[in-house]
């Protein structure tokens, strides 16, 4: 079964310092969303792509996050500098196209947990 | 703005009984509502969808039932298991923008052997 990717499963970083994350999406899939997972809470939506375009990013703290997906495939999301409050669980899921998705679910991948020190 | 909530946050209950997860959200302009499987530390793992004009879905001991016009869904689980222990998440899949979901908190089993 078609599974979403995402690397590195676990990260630890100082803060101040730069930290990437990566995510692979169900082949087909042309809709890709980002999420965070505080402890406790369930995930909010940080940036959503349709393609290669950003569809949704007002969740996005601009300042320090930033999220591409480039040839419309995989997307790497960072957040540079990185602060305490980052640490979180940070999820990936993809969905088929948008005006259809209201008929399948969205699948996620493993997350990655970071923390920042 | 939705908002969607999960009562009760945590339950714990004997091996073999059957129980009941509530979700409840406040805007009913949705697609569908999915129910989500998180271990601790793991990523979320689909359990169930409901599309908006579906009453319930199930899948093995699993069976979820909606009714939108009251903003509710319900998670039955029948004959639980230790092996069901987990956090269970309901979300719903908004209508217009970006269709995004939108999550409860979570309910936190414990199914006890």
């Known amino acids: 079964e078609a599974e979403v990717a995402q690397s590195p499963r676990y990260k630890i970083t100082e803060k101040s310092q730069a930290v990437a994350f990566w995510c692979d999406p169900i082949?087909?899939?042309?809709?890709l969303y980002w999420y965070r997972q505080i402890l406790g809470q369930g995930p909010e939506l940080l940036v959503q792509f349709q393609d290669e375009s950003v569809v949704d990013d007002s969740q996005l703290p601009k300042d320090r996050f930033s999220a591409e997906r480039l040839k419309g495939v995989d997307s790497t999301l960072k957040i540079q500098p990185a602060e305490l409050g980052d640490s979180a669980m940070y999820l990936c899921a993809s969905s088929p196209r948008l005006g259809t998705s209201g008929l399948y679910a969205q699948y996620f991948g493993p997350g990655t947990r970071l923390t920042v020190t | 703005k939705q908002e969607v909530t999960q009562i009760p946050a945590a339950l714990s209950v004997p091996e073999g009984e059957n129980l009941v997860l509530n979700c409840s959200f406040t805007d009913s302009a949705i697609y569908n509502l999915q129910w989500f499987r998180q271990d601790p530390g793991k990523g979320l793992t689909s359990l169930l969808l409901i599309q908006s004009s579906q009453r319930e879905q199930t899948s093995g001991r699993l069976n979820a039932s909606l009714d939108k016009s009251s903003g509710r869904s319900t998670l039955y689980i029948a004959a639980s298991q230790p092996g069901d222990s987990a956090t269970y998440l309901c979300a719903v899949r908004t209508q217009g923008g970006s269709e995004k979901l939108v999550f409860g908190k979570g309910t936190k089993l414990t199914v006890n052997p």
């Open positions: 082949s087909g899939h042309a809709t």
